[in-house]
DNA sequence: AGGGTTTATGTAACCCGTTACATAAATGTT
DNA sequence: AACATTTATGTAACGGGTTACATAAACCCT
């Protein structure tokens, strides 16, 4: 790889001159330019992004932490950060934390000894101790974490708007897989469903079950609560995932969806669209706040401006088959 | 972030003295070691990795190219790759191509400037001039690509044991949904395919409808070649994203699967479980696949070794609801 | 013509680790 | 005791950009 050192000396100028012939500041004349470009060419020269992070102190690098990539939520999350970094000329790293609180720090350190420029963060565990010693731009994305900017969706509403569709539709006992306590996406969306369902005087806590947002947990806490239960003819899953663990589980009892219970996920992820029957879900415009999570910490690293509001994004009704 | 040379004068020694002691290189007498120890902890010093990547001309970063991380089944191998990399000390960056020439050109610059230690590369449009040009390690994965080391599935035998198992359950009339015709894995699948049927006289060329490998193209070509040839009892899609293409479409057409039409898949990933009916699929070990190459763009960033032999994993029936 | 401004370019310090090389004390060998 | 080897540490160059500062020619204005 040719240096900035080589094109100096073919161009028949000072390195200082290069530098600013590239990055197009301070002044250039017309003709040295030609000849800088000329080198350039001829050498194929590319300026060494390590050396210009170095002095420059920071990097055009976009971190996102998501709990594990195989969840089919994340990879439209990934995409859209991704896609957005890109498109802005950052490049763009992947961590799977696993909730893992010291997975979570030690990326954290990691990316500080390289001068990240910021991360997007989809977590329940980071520390805030952690996160108020390092300093560095973040948000969070599609979960909050106190004291950042968060991108989220209006999962209260959007829980309350389902739980009531399924009411509208003729459910009259409506059971809730539970996703997990410690992330706030998934108690606004149990919260939701409480002041849903808040009225309705069959209501007991056992109508609630927890599947922890995975397709095996809310098919086991399915397969549980309609033996149980078997008045149940409706069910809001908290996420898709276990939205598609619940038709299993209803296929397996030999449950008719929608005629003998209906479902409805959160999220919209494609895979609602795979399963059959399709699965009716609240939709959130996951692109959309990838992309907005992106943009803000861009936003962020280039401006300083760390005093951004939080956005909450409406989620909407998708019928599919699943009810009816 | 204090530096190197902070360290140092709080010790008491030389910036040698600290780097010899960080890295454990030289001699450091105990008793300075313990100095420069306190001195680290009291500063909480972490070195810069971006002057330790300067210096050394290489970067401990490893790319994977995937075309979409949004296509189910690469989020298991990125996955694969990340844990890999992430224990051997790398930090892990996702490069979506969408299969576009410019694209990977473009990040593979980018990443160049970076000093990136090495990419993992599934690809099928990847320019040969660009790769010939580009001095860095580069190992194939799930994909051929010419002059790489490549960590494949055998797509050929594979196929041939899907094609044979449905013949085996009783099948008169298999088609294929192929995948693809740039990509090394689709094409050694259509040839297994064509293989296992060489000697059924029904054969004609219109078995096979290309399905471009995602839910929607399979899904179309399904609905299309079983109105046309409603003797078809099975089907062999070139990978389970199709698969489940082709569930939906039998499901729209009111076949019963298996009953009226068996459907295997290939990969083994995840959302054949979720299917209804599950989806039979010959199962590669994706994230063994993707660890290996991980393993091997380690070994060849750290040894220098570039001459790796290429390798094939065999593919697994697993047997599953949508044939019997 | 004299002074101020704009244009143009070069020199060298700087970012922060790593390491070749120099120096010297401590230890070992015959 | 004389010399070789091992241990210990410091100085300074280096990697490859960026930019503050210095210098000077060209241009403008009154």
Known sequence: M??????????????????RALNQ??????????KVQAAIQELDYRPNDVARTLFKGTSNMIALFVPDIMNPFFPELARAVEDTANKAGYTFILCNTDNNQE?????????LQKTVGGVVM??????SETLNKIQVPMVALDRKIPNLTSITANNYDGAIEAVRYLQKIGCKRIAHISGPKDTTSAVERTTGYLEAIKNEEWFSNDFIVEGNYTFEGAYQATKRILQERPEIDGVFAAND???????????????????????????????????????????????????????????????KDSNMDSEQYTAQLIRRQSTM
Do not use: C, W
């Open 103 to 111: 997975k979570e720090t030690q990326y954290l350190h990691t990316l």
């Open 241 to 303: 995932l276990m939205g598609v663990g619940v038709l299993k589980a209803a296929e397996e009892l030999n449950l008719r969806v929608p005629k003998d219970l209906s479902v409805i996920g959160f999220d919209g992820i494609e895979l609602g669209k795979f399963a059959n029957p399709t699965l009716t879900t609240m939709g959130q415009p996951i692109y959309e706040i990838g992309k907005r999570a992106a943009e803000i910490i861009i936003e962020q690293i280039e401006n």
């Open 25 to 34: 500041n301070g002044y250039v004349n017309e003709h040295t330019m030609k």
């Open 122 to 127: 989809v977590s329940s565990s980071i520390a």
């Open 2 to 19: 040719a240096t900035i050192r080589e094109v100096a000396k073919l161009a028949g100028v000072s390195v200082a001159t290069v530098s």
